[in-house]
């Protein structure tokens, strides 16, 4: 009976080693970080931080030309993270007694927009026709606004998994709107805005052009194709619009001071 005591004691003693082991074994995931962050812990607070970056919408939109009585209203908005930062006015009545209420009323209703974060603005006295038409400009840019918006955080909420969703985001986040320096003609300034996205001219459009008398329908026949042809051609490498070679060298030099702000 005394012999057989140190060779149980020595069967317990390794039966005891050997549930230590696989104890210390077992516990030994739970413990290592590494294989948290491998298991995938840590990933759902990034995710969800990359998921808010592009629900938050950003960008320049351009509303839908009103037209009134005295000449054309068209209003553009900056819009940053959900809020109007900034509006302008791209076309508004001019020529005449115009020119001086266009001068009073459009910094105003700028001011009132940016106040106001909407379309409800009240009009400016003494420019009851350019209001009219500049809230409803103002109220096409700001649906086009929603609707860009909505559709960003439609791609957002499909996850980090789309990249087509990834590269759309961050063109939007490069594109730029530049507007180029005014060139004086013999017929009247003329100015030219642009949007850049990529490095590609995808708007152009005359922020001024000669108005009054025969330069009405010049500039309606010009404008419009020269604004095409600086999409097309993505530089100010265009030729002047037959019967408006005026109007169509101050785009180009106006055009081209555009380009050299955005960079070329």
């Known amino acids: ?10 069967v317990l003693a390794g039966a005891a080693t050997v549930s ?11 413990s290592d970080p590494g294989s948290a962050q491998a298991a995938g ?28 009585q005295y000449g054309a209203v068209q209003v553009r908005l900056t819009v940053s993270n959900g809020k109007i930062t900034r509006a302008e006015a791209v076309q508004a009545p001019k020529g005449g007694q115009s020119d001086q209420i266009t001068a009073n009323a459009v910094p105003k209703l700028n001011q009132a927009v940016v106040a106001a974060q909407g379309a ?16 409803e400009s103002l109220q096409s ?29 961050s063109g939007a986040a490069q594109a730029k709107t530049v507007t180029g320096s005014v060139a004086q003609t013999q017929y009247g300034a003329v100015q030219v805005r642009i949007t850049v ?6 708007q152009a459009e005359t922020v001024q052009a000669p ?10 026949n ?11 051609a993505g530089s100010a490498d265009i030729d002047a619009v037959s019967g408006a070679t005026y109007t169509s060298a101050g785009y180009k030099e106006s055009l081209q001071s555009a380009l050299d702000q955005a960079g070329g």
């Not at 104890?23 to 995931?29: D, E, H, I, Q, W």
């Not at 840590?42 to 960008?59: D, F, K, T, V």
């Not at 996205?197 to 995808?202: A, M, R, V």
């Not at 010009?222 to 097309?232: G, S």
């Open 20 to 30: 230590g082991i696989v104890l210390l074994l077992s516990l030994k995931p739970a």
């Open 211 to 220: 108005k009054g008398g025969q330069s009405d329908q010049i500039t309606a």
């Open 197 to 202: 996205s990529g490095g590609k001219i995808t």
């Open 120 to 135: 409800d603005i009240d009009a400016v006295s003494g420019a009851t026709y350019t209001s009219a038409g500049y809230k």
């Open 141 to 169: 840019a700001i649906d086009k606004a929603k609707a860009a918006g909505g559709s960003s955080q439609g791609s957002g909420s499909q996850g980090s998994g789309s990249e087509d969703s990834g590269s759309q985001g």
């Open 222 to 232: 010009a404008v419009p194709k020269l604004n095409q042809a600086a999409v097309t």
């Open 41 to 68: 812990v840590g990933a759902p607070p990034a995710a969800s931080a990359q998921g808010g970056a592009q629900a938050a919408g950003s960008g320049t939109v351009t509303g839908e030309a009103a037209q009134t």
């Open 1 to 10: 009976m005394r012999k057989s005591h140190p060779i149980r004691r020595v």
